[in-house]
């Protein structure tokens, strides 16, 4: 009993994770010791996903001299591009800089 206690969650793990799959999120599951170097690897490397994937639902990214904006003929189709990364991309036509610039008002950068 104190062993199967041990491998257990305290407080709702399976629910928990039955919630998760019934929601159809993507988890990952690591295993092994705490003090093992190879978990340690395994979670850093997750770790490292989740504060990219969580920076870029942040980030702003803008692109300079597209002088031809929703035109998909130019570099591929931008609008699928779009849909792919998940990214709203925005032209900045000719740029001047200081507090009442396109692009200060637009990014407040």
Do not use: P
């Amino acid at each position: 009993m104190d062993f199967m206690n041990l491998n257990q969650t305290a407080h709702g793990g399976r629910e928990f994770g039955f919630i998760g799959a019934r929601m159809r999120q993507q988890h990952a599951v690591v295993t092994g010791h705490w003090q093992d170097k190879q978990a340690h690897e395994r979670i850093g490397s997750w770790m490292r996903q989740a504060v990219s994937k969580q920076d870029t639902r942040h980030l702003k990214v803008c692109r300079f001299g597209d002088n031809m904006r929703e035109v998909a003929v130019t570099d591929g189709d931008k609008v699928a591009r779009t849909d792919q990364v998940r990214f709203l991309r925005q032209y900045l036509g000719g740029w001047r800089s200081g507090a009442g610039s396109e692009l200060h008002q637009r990014w407040r950068c």
